[in-house]
């Protein structure tokens, strides 16, 4: 078994005490972080628990192919008592959006996530260094004995494929795909879901690509690239850049500076080496996995570029020395 007898038992504790649940995951939510809620939703209610997904973000299209989207709350659900949250897919809970609403010290918190800097912030942890929660709600709900319907099958499927980069990453594991297999049995379509997630796309998304190409960097040298997208273009496009630029080959690091605000830039990163962009992400209150990970920065996109580039530059070089 996955997951140890003691979380299953830590998490029942709490669930026998619990009524009603509200589910958060982090901001700017992926289809691993929705998908899992759901996944999660659906569950929870067959359970027979009054649940609430929560996501202070209007969800966009891509999201709308995960069964019972529509149910998730944007507006806080202030009238909604809840006696339990679950934080899904975020390492911090500075990382869910709106976060101070809830109110943690009458809340019992169960933090289920899979980035290896978690900061254990719950009453309960489950934190496993795994492709992503779509995988760890899987063996979950299995240690659980809990059944997985076609829609919680979908969701999961979903949330794996996406968090694994369609089953091809580093962070894919014979037991992922043993995991892809069974969903794909209990109901999940995997060709559907496939069409949902990459043949779905906007002429915004390719404008986004466009844009992309033309602000593309490469900084041969130091094995860096990178693309920059200006003035908020772009936020609202559902492509991840960052998985258009890590198809270039011979860098050691990836990255792209997203503007979403005037003075708030999203970082993305991609180690393509041995180099530990987790370590580094840290350096500048970001965070995630050894080859993957993201930094907001309270700066114009300018200063963020050069002070990131700057630093990068520096640690790949003293790597090179040592
Ligand atoms: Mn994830």
């Known amino acids: ?37 759901l996944a999660l939703y659906h569950q929870l209610l067959k359970q027979g ?16 192919f995960l069964p019972a989207v529509h149910n998730v709350v944007n507006d806080y659900p202030r009238d909604y008592e809840y006696d ?11 990382r869910v959006r709106h976060n101070h609403k809830i109110p943690v010290d009458e809340k019992t918190i169960i933090n289920i996530d899979h980035h290896s800097d978690n900061s254990h912030f719950g009453d309960a942890n ?51 795909l043993a995991a892809a297999s069974d969903l794909v049995t209990l109901g999940a379509s995997s060709y559907k879901i496939f069409q949902e997630m990459d043949e779905n796309k906007k002429k915004a998304d390719f404008d986004l690509m466009k844009l992309g190409f033309e602000n593309c960097i490469t900084l041969d040298e130091h094995g860096i690239a990178y693309m920059k ?19 270039l ?26 180099f530990d962009v987790s370590a580094f992400a840290q350096r500048f209150g970001g965070g995630g996995h050894i080859m993957a990970s993201g930094i907001f920065m309270e700066e114009t996109i300018v200063d ?13 070089e003293s790597k090179r020395e040592s």
């Open 126 to 176: 489950l934190v496993l260094d795994i492709s992503s929660v779509g995988e760890l709600l899987y063996h979950l709900f299995k240690g659980m004995y809990w059944d997985i319907t076609k829609e919680i099958a979908t969701c999961l499927y979903a949330a794996i494929s996406f968090d694994t980069g369609r089953f091809a990453y580093s962070n894919t594991t014979a037991i992922t």
């Open 229 to 247: 997208i200006p003035s908020q273009r772009g936020t609202d496009s559902t492509i991840k850049l960052i998985d258009v630029i890590r198809q």
């Open 49 to 64: 628990y009054q649940v609430k997904v929560w996501s202070a973000q209007p969800l966009n299209h891509i999201f709308s």
């Open 304 to 316: 963020a570029e050069k002070m990131i580039i700057d630093a990068l530059k520096e640690e790949l």
């Open 249 to 274: 080959s011979g860098y050691k690091v990836v990255l792209v500076f997203q503007e979403v605000d005037k003075k708030k830039v999203k970082v993305n990163l991609r180690s393509k080496s041995t």
């Open 84 to 94: 339990t949250v679950f934080v899904l897919d975020a390492s911090h809970f500075s």
């Open 1 to 37: 078994m996955l997951i140890s007898p003691d979380y299953l038992a830590d998490i029942q504790d709490h669930l026998s005490r619990a009524k009603k649940i509200l589910i958060v995951t982090h901001e700017f939510p992926d289809i691993d972080a929705i998908g899992s809620s």
